[in-house]
C-alpha cells in the first residue's frame, strides 16, 4: 500500500507540468524552481560581466525578475550574501533600463532614489537584502550573483 501511494505521488510531481512542459525535475539539484524557472545563487564574487559569462557557462543568464514573488525568493536565496547580480543593465543607454536576455523590463522594485547613477559610473543592477530593494551599482564591483534557466 505504501509504494502505491509512493508511486501515485510521484506520478503527480512528475505530472504537473505548465504548458509550456516545466516540470521541476528540469531544475538541477543546486537550482531552485521558482514561477516555472531555475534560479541558481552562486556565491562566488565576480564583477557583473563575469558573473553573466558564469551564468552563461550554465546555459542560463544573470536572472531576470519578473514579478514580486520571484524578488521574495531570490532574496530567500541571497540572504546570507546581503546582495547579489541580476540582469539587467543601463550600459547602452543611461536610465533605459534592459534584462540581458532580451525580455521586457516590466517589474521594478528599486529603493527610494535608485537607479542614481552615483559619479556617472553605475550600469548594473544588483538586489539587497538590504530592504529587499534594488540599486544601481558600479559594474566592476565583486558580487555574488543569480542566475536563471528557462525550460
Not at 15 to 27: I, K, L, M, P
Not at 99 to 125: I, K, R
Amino acid at each position: 500500500m505504501k509504494t502505491l501511494i509512493l508511486a501515485a505521488l510521484l506520478c503527480a510531481l512528475l505530472a504537473q507540468t505548465s504548458a509550456e512542459g516545466f516540470n521541476y525535475f528540469d531544475c538541477l539539484d543546486d537550482w531552485d524552481p521558482i514561477n516555472f524557472r531555475c534560479f541558481k545563487y552562486v556565491p562566488k564574487a565576480m564583477t557583473w560581466a563575469d558573473a553573466q559569462k558564469n551564468c552563461r557557462s550554465y546555459k542560463a543568464n544573470l536572472a531576470y525578475v519578473r514579478d514580486a514573488k520571484e524578488n521574495g525568493k531570490i532574496q530567500e536565496m541571497i540572504r546570507q550574501g546581503k546582495a547579489a547580480w541580476i540582469g539587467s543593465t543601463d550600459a547602452q543607454k543611461e536610465g533605459c533600463w534592459s534584462w540581458v536576455d532580451g525580455s521586457t523590463f516590466t517589474y521594478a522594485n528599486w529603493a527610494p532614489g535608485q537607479p542614481d547613477n552615483y559619479q556617472g559610473n553605475e550600469n548594473c543592477l544588483q538586489i539587497s537584502t538590504e530592504g529587499k530593494q534594488w540599486s544601481d551599482v558600479n559594474c566592476d564591483q565583486l558580487l555574488p550573483s543569480v542566475c536563471v534557466r528557462n525550460y
